[in-house]
């Protein structure tokens, strides 16, 4: 039961997850991300930072708002003839 805690600094937590420390602050602040201060040191665990990840993922179809149908063209749903 006494697992050991595999803890990220501010700095590889950023890395990991390819963002900017300011961006971690962000999402520590608004309590996406756990983090944990001891003293003046801001510490993660390995694992909470790897659940963060999977719930940023995108969903299938969930992006369509980023390429409107353009004017003029064919609707996706229209049947090609034979």
Do not use: Q
């Amino acid at each position: 039961m006494n697992e050991r805690i595999d803890w990220m600094s501010t700095k590889e937590a950023a890395e990991h997850l390819g963002i900017t420390l300011r961006s971690l602050y962000r999402f520590i602040d608004e309590g996406s991300l756990p983090a944990y201060r001891f003293g003046r040191v801001i510490r993660l665990k390995h694992d909470d930072v790897d659940r963060f990840i999977e719930t940023c993922r995108i969903e299938p179809g969930s992006l369509e708002h980023l390429y409107p149908e353009l004017k003029g063209a064919p609707a996706r749903d229209v049947a090609l003839g034979d």
